[in-house]
């Protein structure tokens, strides 16, 4: 059935549109609420339910928090309830682990009036604030395409058609998607976001930034024996098992009751083919300073996202006609401090003052040209300004004394207002990094034992994932002779290896390898849309609610 042939779409009209049920998404929904409680706000979610799709460390930074429900801390509703009690760094060495003092590092890095716990329990709570509100929460819908208005401006968004065949065709349980109109739109999807990439190309709104630069996180949660528990502890670690090369760096967070946060970040700007990041995180567990902690232990929970990486320089403009973009959709995670959440709930926030006032000024789909020329100004963008050369210097010298010039820039930033190196640029993009893998040797990990380490296969069993089986592969190959001729045979299949959930297969038959996609074990990382050395796969939104189902990650 062709566009033509199916039936029209039906429509709901709002004050305004959000596209993703994150902390940013739904602090705008909150904060628009709180300035004018008559505004029809509608928030469209494609994960099952709010949470199911949210994945952070998550050591919190306040602020947000503090500026959009002051009184949170006196909410017995609210999960953040593990203050950080004590803050360690370590330099790991293949034997070792040695700490870093406190009082070398940047007085913006302590942590001290931070919160642990889970991102998606407190999306689940802003969820319920918000709905309390009177906004709107539609979970399990996936925002599949823009709409625009007969001059170019967007109009909202319309979710996905459900009950389609891999074939393409109309099911017996076909159901046209909705569009959800509105007098502005805000996206908040999250690090690489489809329809993100849709608005920046159309609006060419990186035209006057540096290109986005990202991590991939990978994060599982483990319930240890009491006496190994130390409540308020988190502890960041660089070095082994990644190369001096290679940047990247690990997590290990106690909270609530006996349960660890443990992660591992590699930056995706890496340059051997070879490299996995998710046996990178397995063989980080089996170190003997970190091995002991889960020994005995229970392992709850595993998942993996993008995150952004490429902070001040690489945000784009956030305004265009009829919408703006707000938190990891434009890109706000502070690398150093590896924290986003506070900078997505304040771009949210922001994008909400300028939004309520354009709206009682009885504007309509124009531009919020206030939001963007006033993000900067802001303590996200004065959070960011200071930690602007802390990538671009470990991305150009390595490890070592690339974190050491970030350091020094750090203290500089925030003694003197000012930096030596001025505002560095990144080099290009995470897929123009590979090296061919005639450069590089394979990799021999070492076989997961099933108790500290395990497998792809076992760890995305755990994240619940779950997609329709009879639906379009929602991993689009644009040119798959491409794949054959460059991913596989100059670059060796990285695919296999740059995915964290086993999606990606170069299936050997007879003389020619086939290119096999895996789509139902996907956890919507979207490590591929940013990896591939061709740019040669897209991520697009599955059937609402298919993917991941975190409990509390």
Not at 19 to 38: E, F, T, W, Y
Not at 56 to 61: E, L, N, R, T, W
Not at 153 to 161: E, H, M, N, S, Y
Not at 362 to 374: F, G, I, Q, T
């Amino acid at each position: 059935m062709s566009t033509e042939e199916l039936p029209p779409r039906e429509s709901m009209e709002f004050d305004v549109v959000i596209v993703g049920a994150g902390p940013s998404g739904l602090s705008a929904a909150i904060r628009l609420k709180q300035l004018n409680a008559d505004l029809n706000v509608v928030v469209v979610e494609k994960g099952s339910e709010v949470g199911a799709h949210i994945l952070s460390g998550a050591v919190i930074d306040p602020a947000g928090l503090d500026k959009l429900i002051p009184d949170w801390r006196e909410d017995t509703d609210c999960p953040l309830k593990t203050q950080v009690k004590d803050d360690r760094f370590y330099w790991m060495t293949g034997g070792g682990a040695i700490k870093l003092p406190n009082f070398m590092m940047p007085p913006l890095m302590d942590n001290h009036h931070c919160y642990i716990g889970s991102l998606g329990n407190v999306c689940r709570w802003l969820a319920r604030k918000a709905e309390a509100l009177g906004v709107e929460i539609y979970p399990g819908f996936a925002a599949a395409e823009v709409l625009y208005d007969e001059e170019g401006k967007v109009k909202g968004i319309a979710t996905g058609d459900m009950g389609i065949g891999r074939d393409g065709k109309p099911k017996d349980s076909f159901t046209r998607g909705m569009e959800l109109l509105g007098k502005y739109t805000l996206f908040a999807e999250g690090a690489r976001g489809s329809l993100t990439k849709q608005l920046i190309n159309k609006f060419a709104l990186d035209a006057k930034s540096e290109p986005p630069k990202f991590g991939i996180g990978l994060k599982e949660v483990w319930q240890i024996d009491p006496a190994k528990h130390q409540k308020g502890l988190i502890q960041h670690s660089f070095g082994w098992p990644l190369d001096l090369k290679t940047g990247g760096g690990s997590f290990l967070y106690h909270y609530d009751d006996n349960l660890v946060a443990v992660g591992f970040v590699v930056h995706l700007n890496y340059d051997d083919p070879y490299l996995s990041p998710f046996d990178e995180f397995q063989r980080f567990k089996t170190h003997p300073s970190i091995r002991g902690t889960f020994e005995g232990a229970k392992r709850l929970a595993y998942g993996a996202r993008a995150i952004t990486e490429g902070g001040y320089q690489s945000v784009p403009k956030l305004s265009f006609p009829g919408g703006a973009l707000i938190g990891c959709a434009a890109g706000f995670v502070n690398v150093p401090r590896i924290k986003g959440v506070h900078n997505a709930m304040g771009t949210g926030m922001l994008a909400a003052e300028h939004v309520a006032a354009a709206l009682a000024a009885d504007r309509a789909n124009d531009e919020l040209v206030e939001y963007e020329n006033a993000w900067r100004s802001s303590s996200v963008g004065k959070d960011l300004f200071l930690v602007r050369n802390v990538k671009p210097l470990w991305s150009k010298f390595g490890t070592v004394l690339g974190v050491a010039l970030g350091g020094f820039d750090m203290w500089c930033n925030t003694l003197f207002g000012a930096s030596l190196f001025g505002t560095q640029s990144h080099s290009k993009p995470d897929r123009a990094t590979l090296d061919p893998a005639k450069s590089h040797a394979p990799k021999n990990y070492p076989k997961p034992d099933g108790k500290i380490s395990f497998d792809k296969l076992s760890s995305v069993f755990l994240s619940n994932t779950n997609h329709e089986e009879d639906q379009p592969v929602h991993l689009k190959v644009t040119d798959m002779n491409l794949q054959k001729t460059s991913e596989h045979d100059v670059f060796a299949g990285p695919s296999n290896r740059y995915c964290p959930a086993g999606v990606y297969e170069w299936v050997e038959e007879g003389a020619s390898p086939r290119f096999q996609i895996n789509a139902q074990n996907c956890v919507h990382c979207k490590t591929c849309d940013v990896k591939d050395p061709n740019g040669n796969i897209t991520w697009v939104p599955p059937e609402g609610g298919g993917g991941p189902n975190y409990e509390a990650m």
